[in-house]
């Protein structure tokens, strides 16, 4: 069994800074995504064990998405799609000589849930729509260590130019909980990165 090694953390969260809206505008109830049904991520994400310090990990993201409503109303927790499919390849640890595999447990049958949780700007003007991928599981294994982390998993996806035709999604700084394995110590799991949307999707206010 390998024990857990540890390096600093990252502190702060870009977050805190913005406002997020509440849909308080009577003009418009909800918001609009095209095309509605399918989107694909694409790119980097960083892994690390918490707390304060732990393994990181720089890994490939392959993850699709099913939006199964076009027009979702701006509540909190209002139901906006699933996560059918979702691969983590391509994984080199920082420190140390392991090989690791990730496993995300979210197949066509088994999906994550996609709700909604607001968005950033000032109406008509959205900056950033937020969501959260609902209690996403990943299993992680190295030589004779096996861990799996659960939990929610917020993001938001946006256009790097701050038009409305969203091409990037960011995961917030949030960590899955530690559910079982023989990891020692057992911590919880940090994801973040920034990964593409293909295709775009264009939002629009309803």
Known sequence: MRRITRSPAVAGLALLALTVGTGSATASRSIGFEPARASTN???????TLP?????????????LEYEINNVRKTVGERVGRITEARITNCVE?????????????????????LYQGFTGTLPNIATVLMKA?????????GMTTCLYRGDLPFQIFEREGRTRFDKKRFLTSS???????????????????????PAQNVSLH
Do not use: D, H, K
Request: charged share 15%; glycine share 10%; proline share 4%.
């Open 94 to 114: 920082t420190i140390g000589i392991v090989i690791w595999t990730m496993t995300v447990l979210v197949e066509p049958f088994r999906p994550s849930t996609m």
């Open 42 to 48: 694409t790119g980097v994400i960083t892994l690390r």
């Open 134 to 142: 609902e209690r996403l599981g990943i299993q992680i294994r190295g």
């Open 52 to 64: 304060a310090e732990g393994i990181s990990w720089s890994c490939q993201l392959s993850m699709t």
């Open 176 to 198: 899955l909980a530690y559910v079982e394995g023989n990891c020692e110590p057992r911590t919880s799991l940090e994801v973040q990165g920034t990964v593409s949307l293909s």
